[in-house]
């Protein structure tokens, strides 16, 4: 149950990343199809940028088939690693390839790659991170003193930020409640009800009184939900309830 209603979760995410990644992709090739229309000349464009629109279009495809199939979710954080240095390559602007490497991290994160080997992980995929800059920094012919100093600015700003959030980075880190949808569970109306009134502390008695049956009715109708959370009891109930979020 709990697994089963994890993995709804984090298909329902990486349904909704993978078509936002596409989406990007999408208005990333249209905003260049207007340029080509118009005839307007894009600033810096090299007679290579043509393979890298068709490597755009590559990667909307493969977002939008990462958000579909549930088995395919982890193509979302390598490409997103794949695309961290070309920023830095065609723009030259080294915050994208940031904001690219984040993202990726945040989804392997949510993959759950991080649960082990935290440390050594993180330390791996910083290090990528400084090779895709030095990478970059070397595709736009910067030195390499230049390339050195923007790295030790980036460790400098991690440092810092360990410094600040030293004690709180498990709090920023750690998932939110999954979200238990009661709608998967195929509850009914009146199941929910009784649902919601005994996690809020009322008796058997206190809720037959409320909606006017008889107290068997409600232990009847509560014992149908017992079984469809899969537990024994109220105890049970309020144990499992504790750890989701409850949606309907």
Same mark, same amino acid.
């Given at each position: 149950?709990?697994?089963?209603?994890?993995?709804?979760?984090?298909?329902?995410?990486?349904?909704?990343?993978?078509?936002?990644?596409?989406?990007?992709?999408?208005?990333?090739?249209?905003?260049?199809?207007?340029?080509?229309?118009?005839?307007?000349?894009?600033?810096?464009?090299?007679?290579?940028?043509?393979?890298?629109?068709?490597?755009?279009?590559?990667?909307?495809? +493969?977002?939008? !088939? =990462?958000? #579909? *199939?549930? $088995?395919?979710?982890?193509?979302?954080?390598?490409?997103? %690693? /794949?695309?961290?240095?070309?920023?830095?390559?065609?723009?030259?602007?080294?915050?994208?390839?940031?904001?690219?490497?984040?993202?990726?991290?945040?989804?392997?994160?949510?993959?759950?790659?991080?649960?082990?080997?935290?440390?050594?992980?993180?330390?791996?995929?910083?290090?990528?991170?400084?090779?895709?800059?030095?990478?970059?920094?070397?595709?736009?012919?910067?030195?390499?003193?230049?390339?050195?100093?923007?790295?030790?600015?980036?460790?400098?700003?991690?440092?810092?930020?360990?410094?600040?959030?030293?004690?709180?980075?498990?709090?920023?880190?750690?998932?939110?409640?999954? +979200?238990?949808? !009661? =709608?998967? #569970? *195929?509850? $009914?109306?009146?199941?929910?009800?009784?649902?919601?009134? %005994? /996690?809020?502390?009322?008796?058997?008695?206190?809720?037959?009184?409320?909606?006017?049956?008889?107290?068997?009715?409600?232990?009847?109708?509560?014992?149908?939900?017992?079984?469809?959370?899969?537990?024994?009891?109220?105890?049970?109930?309020?144990?499992?309830?504790?750890?989701?979020?409850?949606?309907?």
């Amino acid at each position: 149950m709990r697994d089963g209603n994890s993995d709804g979760q984090q298909s329902r995410l990486f349904k909704k990343t993978g078509l936002f990644f596409a989406f990007l992709c999408v208005l990333y090739l249209f905003s260049h199809l207007l340029i080509q229309l118009f005839g307007l000349q894009i600033p810096g464009e090299t007679p290579s940028f043509a393979p890298m629109l068709s490597a755009v279009a590559v990667i909307a495809v +493969l977002f939008v !088939l =990462s958000a #579909l *199939r549930p $088995t395919l979710n982890w193509i979302q954080p390598v490409l997103l %690693l /794949l695309m961290t240095p070309l920023p830095m390559i065609y723009a030259q602007i080294p915050v994208f390839s940031l904001g690219v490497f984040i993202a990726a991290e945040i989804l392997l994160y949510r993959l759950g790659l991080f649960a082990r080997w935290k440390l050594p992980k993180f330390a791996l995929s910083i290090l990528y991170f400084f090779l895709c800059q030095a990478i970059g920094g070397i595709n736009a012919g910067k030195s390499l003193f230049n390339i050195l100093v923007y790295i030790l600015f980036l460790c400098l700003f991690l440092f810092f930020l360990f410094i600040v959030y030293g004690e709180q980075w498990i709090i920023y880190l750690k998932a939110p409640k999954p +979200l238990l949808f !009661l =709608s998967d #569970l *195929r509850l $009914t109306k009146k199941e929910t009800a009784y649902l919601k009134a %005994l /996690l809020n502390d009322k008796s058997v008695k206190e809720i037959a009184i409320e909606n006017r049956v008889k107290e068997s009715t409600v232990r009847n109708t509560l014992a149908r939900v017992y079984r469809k959370f899969d537990v024994p009891d109220k105890s049970g109930l309020k144990a499992k309830c504790a750890r989701y979020s409850l949606k309907e």
